[in-house]
């Protein structure tokens, strides 16, 4: 449960304002996963856009003192994977970006695992097709296991222009129901075998790639080096980001929550992750189960706690703001604003002001809590230590916090125990 709280909460309002907002032109397989996405995402937006929140959901109209009391924030100690591109981190990439480019050359023989075969396939349940099992050309890799046991077996072996009952049966934990478990016949045609190679790494194939300023291999193992150590750094600066900000709300006392803006963004993790489900083509409910083996009861639970959290944590940096005098100027809202406009893909300013709807009225918060953020992690103790210490740094945070949380469960059994004897009385 907790990679979940982490993931959702990780970086101030990074998840929760932005996320559902910033997918204008995300790419969809099929026009029935488009509409839903389409849908989704209006149905989301709209949503935001007819919910209005009281004053007190928002920060500007609260007082943080009445509910956060600052502890330590400044100087706080934490370690960092230390940014590292090795020479076989480049080779690595570069053997992914081949296998991820294979040339199609087709051939005269049998299909065979590996091969990519087009196929043209009608699979009929009792003498009758069914939806979503019928095409007229689709390319398949044999071996991929992208169909049900026996389809991709049967089509090996098979040649150019051959046709082929394959009698086959869907497994009984299918997601169709009404196709679980039953008996079907797909005839499949083979329009073309296709045999697969991976290209040669020379100054013709970088060429092609058109990356502007790169045209030989030294330039291209270059160009690739230097964008593994810039994804390197940012992942380096966002784990000391997560960090200091554990550490700063960790030693944050926190008075009570205001429960308006705990409902704000409950509803905004709501339409992010509604979304998210959308772009698999799945309701939130299995989306949650999938992504996260949560059943809705789980994650109605887990979505209120970091909704909770995230609250805390905004409220915290605000008090922090206000005491270092971190403040965020209208030029500063309206640039931040047309930079994500323009990194989202949106057609004009306008038009990404009008996709974030009432979330507009908050987007202060998210531009403070990013500026007071930068100042935590630049005024924090940073160590980098290499991946090994931290994976072992990482053990040994898990097996105190165990140790401490049975400890916890202990004493308080022997608590409940206690007060048994006098009178009957009662968590990634």
């Known amino acids: 449960m907790k990679k979940f709280v982490t993931a959702v909460t990780a970086v101030s309002l990074s998840a929760l304002l932005l996320a559902g907002c910033g997918q204008k032109d995300a790419q969809e397989s099929t026009t029935a996963e488009s509409t839903?996405?389409?849908?989704?995402?209006?149905?989301?937006?709209?949503?935001?856009?007819?919910?209005?929140?009281?004053?007190?959901a928002y920060l500007d109209n609260l007082n943080v003192g009445d509910y956060v009391e600052l502890g330590e924030y400044?100087?706080?100690?934490?370690?960092?994977?230390?940014?590292?591109?090795?020479?076989?981190?480049?080779?690595?990439?570069?053997?992914?970006?081949?296998?991820?480019?294979?040339?199609?050359?087709?051939?005269?023989?049998?299909?065979?695992?590996?091969?990519?075969?087009?196929?043209?396939?009608?699979?009929?349940?009792?003498?009758?097709?069914?939806?979503?099992?019928?095409?007229?050309?689709?390319?398949?890799?044999?071996?991929?296991?992208?169909?049900?046991?026996?389809?991709?077996?049967?089509?090996?072996?098979?040649k150019k222009n051959e046709i082929k009952d394959l009698n086959l049966t869907f497994p009984e934990d299918?997601?169709?129901?009404?196709?679980?478990?039953?008996?079907?016949?797909?005839?499949?045609?083979?329009?073309?075998?296709?045999?697969?190679?991976?290209?040669?790494?020379?100054?013709?194939?970088?060429?092609?790639?058109?990356?502007?300023?790169?045209?030989?291999v030294d330039e291209y193992r270059d160009y690739v080096y230097n964008n593994l150590l810039e994804s390197a750094q940012r992942t380096h600066d966002s784990e000391v980001e997560t960090k200091v900000l554990a550490a700063a709300l960790e030693n944050t006392t926190v008075k009570q929550d205001p429960e308006a803006m705990v409902e704000r963004y409950y509803d905004r993790?709501?339409?992010?992750?509604?979304?998210?489900?959308?772009?698999?083509?799945?309701?939130l409910a299995t989306?949650?189960?999938?992504?996260?083996?949560?059943?809705?009861?789980?994650y109605e639970e887990e979505l209120q706690n970091s909704a909770r959290q995230a609250t805390e944590q905004v409220l915290m940096l605000q008090a922090i703001a206000e005491k270092e005098g971190l403040t965020v100027s209208d030029e500063e809202m309206e640039a931040d604003l047309e930079t994500k406009a323009t990194d989202y893909g949106y057609d004009s300013l306008d038009a990404y002001k009008?996709?974030?709807?009432?979330?507009l009225k908050g987007y202060r918060e998210y531009v403070m809590t990013e500026k007071v953020t930068e100042y935590l992690r630049e005024n924090a103790v940073v160590t980098d230590v290499d991946a090994e210490e931290t994976e072992t740094a990482g053990t040994e945070a898990a097996e105190t916090e165990t140790a401490e949380e049975t400890a916890g469960e202990t004493e308080t059994a022997a608590g409940a125990s206690a007060e048994n004897t006098e009178t009957e009385s009662e968590t990634e």
Not at 190 to 210: H, K, Q
Not at 287 to 295: E, R, T
């Open 36 to 56: 839903a996405v389409t849908e989704t995402e209006s149905a989301a937006e709209t949503e935001s856009e007819e919910k209005v929140y009281p004053d007190e």
């Open 74 to 158: 400044k100087g706080l100690e934490v370690t960092a994977e230390r940014v590292n591109v090795t020479d076989e981190m480049v080779d690595e990439y570069i053997q992914n970006m081949l296998e991820n480019n294979k040339e199609k050359v087709e051939v005269d023989r049998p299909a065979q695992d590996g091969d990519v075969v087009n196929i043209k396939y009608v699979g009929k349940k009792d003498g009758e097709t069914f939806d979503g099992g019928s095409s007229d050309s689709y390319d398949l890799t044999l071996g991929s296991n992208t169909f049900i046991d026996g389809f991709e077996e049967g089509i090996v072996g098979m």
């Open 174 to 216: 299918y997601s169709n129901e009404e196709l679980a478990g039953q008996a079907v016949v797909f005839t499949v045609t083979v329009n073309a075998i296709y045999e697969e190679t991976v290209p040669e790494l020379n100054d013709e194939f970088v060429a092609d790639r058109g990356i502007e300023g790169v045209s030989t």
């Open 269 to 283: 993790l709501v339409n992010n992750l509604t979304y998210a489900a959308s772009m698999y083509g799945v309701d």
């Open 287 to 298: 989306f949650m189960q999938y992504s996260y083996g949560m059943d809705e009861e789980q």
């Open 354 to 359: 009008e996709a974030l709807g009432s979330e």
